[in-house]
């Protein structure tokens, strides 16, 4: 914010994705090297855009350029971060998993985890939600006058709307059977369910009337909060509390720097990883 401030422009999605690295760093632990460069070693990886077209050669390639980011994170930023935490724990999950008895490469394993689920859906959440907010202007004066509560109730329900991950795979662990317009259908015990979240939470049944519409006291407190966005059962994300969260106190500041505007609508390209949207280059000024 504060360079914002000084600079009178900024990148909102580059903002968010410093916003969501710093959090992601000091949860799991990776505090002993640079925040700048690890953040661009994790973008580098995790931003794909649509490769469905790409040719096997392209593919090719961007799998070699993956592995060099996934050596490049392990040695400059895990590895230097299990080193310290073997000298002194802290809370944090590294500390944790060290305690567990994981070997470095499971350490490794569990920090990409945490980058894809907390770093990259919170980076494109939060411009998405800024982008539907700067829109309408009575519901950027209900998100900043309103309390904690009220700013997430607002953020939920864009996330329903906009999940970041448009699809969820579960595979079913016994017979299941499902009435569907007079019909039974019968899914085996074994079968990878393919869930489309987007269709799930538009549902009019769960979401009621107007199931399209942003109504952020559409949420009375029967439904789940964003709805299907963070999964549900055994596997809900764990990180949902944060996510929210974060985003709502970086929305509540950056929607209290005066004449805030964005001058550039920002580009939007699809992510075959993780089903769902990528925004970039959404200018913002101030001042």
């Given amino acids: ?6 600079n009178g422009k900024a990148d909102l999605s580059e ?3 410093e916003m969501a690295v ?25 931003t794909r855009g649509d490769r469905s077209k790409a040719s096997k050669l392209a593919l090719g390639l961007y799998a070699v350029m993956n592995n060099l980011a996934l050596l490049a994170f392990f ?19 590294i500390s944790y998993l060290i305690d567990q008895g994981y070997s470095d490469a499971d350490i490794l394993t569990e920090c990409m985890t945490y980058g894809a689920a907390g770093i990259v859906t919170t980076r ?20 900043i006058e309103t309390d904690e509560a009220g700013r997430i109730a607002i953020l939920e329900e864009i996330l329903r709307l906009e999940p970041v991950v448009g699809a969820l795979y579960r595979r079913a662990l016994e017979d299941i059977e499902l009435e569907h317009e007079g019909e039974t259908i019968r899914i085996p015990a074994g079968t990878l369910i393919d869930m489309d979240i987007r269709a799930a939470n538009s549902d ?9 519409q942003l109504k952020p006291d559409r949420n009375d407190g029967k439904a789940l909060q964003g709805q299907m966005s963070f999964g549900d059962g055994h596997h809900r994300c764990p990180g949902a509390t944060v996510a929210m969260q974060e985003t709502a106190i970086f929305l509540d500041r950056l929607f209290r720097m005066p004449n805030l505007k964005m001058t550039a609508a920002p580009a939007l390209a699809w992510n075959t990883l993780t089903v769902g949207y990528e925004l970039r280059k959404a200018v913002i000024t101030v001042g």
């Fill in 22 to 46: 710093a959090v992601a760093a000091e949860i799991l632990g990776l505090t002993d090297s640079p925040l700048g460069p690890m953040q661009a070693r994790l973008n580098s990886f995790f």
């Fill in 15 to 17: 903002m968010s994705l």
């Fill in 1 to 6: 914010m504060e360079k914002l401030r000084r």
């Fill in 75 to 93: 040695w400059k930023d895990v590895k230097p971060a299990i080193k310290a935490r073997k000298k002194e724990r802290k809370e944090d999950v």
């Fill in 124 to 143: 494109e959440f939060i411009c998405m939600a800024a982008w539907h907010i700067m829109e309408r202007d009575e519901l950027r004066r209900q998100f």
């Fill in 204 to 212: 009019p049944t769960v979401a009621g009337e107007c199931p399209f």
